[in-house]
């Protein structure tokens, strides 16, 4: 059973919503906003931190885990500040909830109950996912760590994929309704997130324009969204021999294009954004990355975990900008893009371009925000940009027809993902399964 009755919901609240924050990234995105939130915002401002995680007993680990922190947190300003610990601990609520991302009817579960029960949303962080591997590929892993160390580290190729994994049927047999095969890492990593990032988009539009905010969409990408990868005629990555990587460049392609005028159609009827009003405005949506963290993702024994560990540290010392190693300065990226004035993005959009904003650290891992390229539209989708550190080995310089073929893909990709959405609506409805939110 939620928490979600037992819980303040202030007017005054700045309410984000982490997928999957149990463990890993999405909970060091958790700790984080509360560092900073706690450090930046206005006292008279509360953060609601509203976590999904699969099962209640994962969700109230997770909450002792957040409450934990703070009262921390509480402690350490409390030595230079007596009493303020009792008005921190006020402006910050938690709030869990469920999600199975491999759920369609899970999707719509918690989107009809947020729409029910939340005054609003300012931020998603669609962190939740898997790998879909199955191993890796340890002499192609030693010699790329031996021959090409830096390369092998921050873009990896040796891991094993699933190869045909789909997901679990989304309608019971006996309802008799035709269901096609969908992509188990796909539904994951991109059309369960897509799903209610559709469903949501009337909570995150509650913002006027004469506020500096706008509700966000942060969709979480990664070093290995490689180019190569990705098979627009295979957009679900069923037949692909590296569905992870797929899914991670299908949503870079996906929210990069989401602020151009060719999908602008698409976007409009995803974020079903009817038009200008004095109570609202549209959502927007960005794409980040945690650089190199040390996760779970990919289950390693406790030996081999270590030295994945040391290997991630000396890359860093060594001078790779993307080494986080540890999940706190991993989401550091998708924390400021949370918290960031709107003007103070739009600005740098204006300057740099749309881009893909990456988590990154310096030898002494102080961590900090910066520019990550993307294969077909470079750092900013400007020809003849200056190139910079930590470029994607794979990547060419941006050409004009590179650029093209990256737009053109993202219209298709739009297109092609909305109609996904309206035939699975459809498809439910069908099957008297759907949960309606109105």
């Known amino acids: ?13 700045f309410y984000v919503l982490v997928t999957g924050a149990n463990s890993g990234l999405g909970l060091g995105i958790g700790t984080r906003l509360i560092d900073e939130f706690l450090q930046t915002r206005p006292q008279t401002e509360s953060l609601v931190l509203i976590i999904t995680t699969r099962d209640q007993r994962k969700g109230d ?3 002792a885990r957040l ?27 938690f709030r869990q909830e469920r999600l199975d991302l491999l759920s369609l009817l899970s999707v719509q579960r918690l989107s009809k109950r947020l729409r029910d029960t939340t005054p609003k949303l300012d931020v998603v962080i669609c962190n939740a996912g898997i790998g879909g591997w199955t191993g890796i590929n340890w002499p192609l892993a030693i010699w790329s760590i031996v021959t090409t160390w830096r390369k092998a580290l921050s873009y990896p190729t040796f891991k094993i994929s699933g190869i045909g994994w789909v997901a679990k049927p989304q309608i019971a047999a006996d309802k008799e309704v035709e269901e096609p095969a969908l992509g188990e890492v796909f539904c994951a990593n991109n059309f369960g997130h897509y799903l209610l990032g559709h469903y949501v988009a009337p909570l995150l539009a509650r913002h006027p324009p004469s506020e500096d905010t706008r509700g966000r969409i942060i969709w979480i990408s990664s070093l290995e969204a490689y180019d190569f990868t990705f098979d627009i005629e295979d957009m679900q990555g069923i037949g692909s021999r590296v569905p992870y990587e797929s899914s991670k460049r299908l949503t870079d392609i996906m929210a990069i294009t989401s602020a151009l005028p060719t999908t602008s159609k698409a976007v409009d009827q995803y974020l079903e954004a009817s038009g200008p009003s004095e109570k609202t405005t549209k959502p927007r949506i960005y794409v980040s990355h945690p650089g190199i ?14 030295l994945m560990f040391a290997a991630f540290y000396l890359a860093r010392w060594l001078g790779s900008q993307w080494h986080c190693v540890t999940v706190e300065k991993g989401a550091v990226a998708m924390v400021w893009l949370a918290l960031a004035k709107q003007s103070t993005l739009d600005s740098m ?19 900090r925000v910066e520019r990550s390229e993307v294969a077909g539209w470079g750092w900013g989708g400007k020809v003849g940009e200056h190139k ?38 459809h498809r439910l409805r069908q099957a008297g399964v759907s949960i309606e939110m109105h």
């Open 1 to 13: 059973m939620s928490q979600a009755e037992n819980i303040p919901q202030p007017e005054n609240g």
């Open 61 to 63: 680990a997770t909450i």
């Open 67 to 93: 409450q934990e922190h703070l009262r921390k947190v509480c402690k350490n300003h409390e030595r230079t500040l007596p009493g303020i610990s009792r008005v921190l601990q006020q402006r910050v609520h």
């Open 293 to 306: 963290c040390g996760t779970s993702i990919v289950p390693l024994p406790l030996i081999l975990e270590y």
């Open 349 to 367: 959009e204006r300057k740099e371009g749309v881009g893909k904003w990456g988590s990154a650290t310096d030898f002494w891992g102080q961590e």
């Open 388 to 425: 910079r550190k930590g470029r994607d080995p794979y990547a060419q310089d941006l050409t004009k027809e590179s650029q093209d073929k990256f737009v053109e893909s993202g219209k298709k990709c739009w297109e092609d993902m909305e109609q996904l959405r309206l035939e699975w609506e």
